[in-house]
């Protein structure tokens, strides 16, 4: 009950997905506090794009340490002053099904890419990488850093960077997915 309970928490009212969508999770350790504001950034970017049926966005942790929690009470302020909601969020661990469900993991540290790296089955067609590789105007940034431990501002500067690198990455999305069937009939 709780892995379907994890699946419908994250699906928007009155948005189906296309069924060749492109599927994205964000990776954190904890799934509390970088990746979620990552897939709410993400989720909002893709809606602003009108990809938001084309792209199924998810997130989850290496740990199991806060599953079935919402994301960190800062987490969820920070977010809300930019418009975007992660109140319905809950934490979950990555499953070893996500491997053959998703498109594109992007972990938000290198600890964390190279867990979900040690986990890959083999001739599993999954892309990997760390989100900030998507990153513009903080190009020079490799890593989310994790807010946990510190301060309110720490959850604005991930924000800060999560927006830049969703930027680049609904970019990327955008040129790599086909024509939707909508646009070339008009």
């Keep these: 009950m709780r892995r379907?309970?994890?699946?419908?928490?994250?699906?928007?009212?009155?948005?189906?997905?296309?069924?060749?969508?492109?599927?994205?999770?964000?990776?954190?350790?904890?799934?509390?506090?970088?990746?979620?504001?990552?897939?709410?950034?993400?989720?909002?970017?893709l809606q602003q794009a009108g990809l938001h049926t084309r792209v199924v966005v998810d997130s989850a942790g290496t740990h199991g340490?806060?599953?079935?929690?919402?994301?960190?009470?800062?987490a969820i302020r920070a977010a809300a002053q930019?418009?975007?909601?992660?109140?319905?969020?809950?934490?979950?661990?990555?499953?070893?099904?996500?491997?053959?469900r998703f498109d594109w993991f992007l972990a938000m540290d290198q600890a964390n890419l190279t867990w979900l790296?040690?986990?890959?089955?083999?001739?599993a067609?999954?892309?990997?990488?760390?989100?900030?590789?998507?990153?513009?105007r903080h190009a020079a940034v490799r890593e989310v850093p994790d807010p946990y431990y510190g301060a309110a501002a720490g959850f604005e500067h991930v924000l800060d960077l999560v927006e830049d690198a969703c930027d680049g990455l609904v970019a990327r999305l955008s040129a790599e997915l086909p024509a939707s069937p909508s646009a070339s009939q008009g």
């Design 125 to 136: 067609q999954t892309r990997m990488g760390l989100l900030m590789a998507y990153a513009r």
């Design 65 to 74: 340490y806060h599953t079935g929690e919402a994301p960190d009470p800062r």
């Design 4 to 45: 379907l309970l994890g699946l419908l928490r994250k699906t928007p009212a009155g948005d189906a997905a296309a069924p060749d969508a492109a599927r994205v999770l964000m990776v954190c350790m904890g799934n509390i506090c970088r990746s979620p504001m990552a897939e709410g950034v993400l989720r909002a970017k």
């Design 117 to 123: 790296q040690s986990r890959l089955p083999e001739g």
């Design 82 to 100: 930019r418009g975007v909601d992660l109140s319905m969020l809950r934490a979950r661990p990555v499953q070893p099904e996500d491997f053959g």
